[in-house]
C-alpha cells in the first residue's frame, strides 16, 4: 500500500510537469489518498510574529472571478522549481509517513507539524521564496489528493505568499481561502 501512495505522487507530478511543457495526452489520475484535516497548531514559523506580514506582492495574473486560468498558470510556472519542490516534498512526506508508522506518539501527536517546520527539505522550498509559489499553487490546483503532500504544499505556499490564513483545514480549502483573499487584492 505503501508503494502505491508513492506511486500516486509520482504519476501525480509527473502528470504536472507533462502539462507544465505542454504534453497534450490525457492520463488517468491515482484515486485520492486519505485526506489530512488536522487542526493546525498556532505555532507556525510566520504565525510566531506578534505582527502578520502582509501578503508579499506575487502577480497572480492566472486568478480572476471567472476562475483559474490554467493554461496561464501552466506556463507561469518554473518547471525547475516545480520539480525541486516535488521531489523535496516528497521526500519530506515520506519520511514523516515512516516516522508516524514507527512511533505512534508521533503519529498522535503535532510531532509531524514541528518536524515539518524545522526540517530541511521544508526551509529550502519556503527558501525559495515567490519563486515557488506558482509550482506549489499548481500542485495544489491539479491534485486530485488532499494528504500530507498537498497539505505540506499548502503550509509552503501559506507561508510563502504571507497570507497566513488560520482558517484552512485541508489543501482544498487553502486553495479556496488563497483564492479570494488574491481576489480581494486585485
Not at 115 to 120: I, N, Q
Amino acid at each position: 500500500m505503501r508503494m502505491g501512495k508513492r506511486m500516486g505522487r509520482m504519476a501525480v507530478c509527473l502528470l504536472l510537469l507533462a502539462a507544465a511543457v505542454g504534453c497534450g495526452a490525457q492520463e488517468e489520475r491515482p484515486a485520492s489518498s486519505s485526506s489530512v484535516q488536522e487542526e493546525r497548531p498556532a505555532s507556525s514559523s510566520s504565525a510566531q510574529n506578534s505582527e502578520r506580514t502582509p501578503p508579499r506582492e506575487i502577480e497572480w495574473v492566472e486568478i480572476s472571478p471567472q476562475g483559474v486560468d490554467e493554461e496561464a498558470l501552466i506556463r507561469n510556472v518554473d518547471r525547475t522549481a516545480l520539480e525541486k519542490i516535488a521531489a523535496l516534498l516528497q521526500e519530506l512526506t515520506g519520511e514523516i509517513e515512516t516516522k508516524q508508522r514507527e512511533d505512534p506518539a508521533f503519529a498522535m501527536s503535532a510531532g509531524w507539524f514541528s518536524y515539518t517546520l524545522e526540517s530541511d527539505q521544508y526551509k529550502t522550498v519556503v527558501g525559495m521564496g515567490d519563486r515557488a509559489a506558482k509550482p506549489l499553487y499548481l500542485i495544489l490546483y491539479k491534485s486530485p489528493n488532499q494528504g500530507l503532500f498537498e497539505y505540506l504544499c499548502a503550509m509552503a505556499l501559506d507561508e510563502i505568499t504571507g497570507y497566513d490564513h488560520p482558517d484552512w483545514k485541508t489543501s482544498k480549502e487553502f486553495l479556496t481561502v488563497l483564492n479570494r483573499a488574491i481576489l480581494a487584492q486585485q
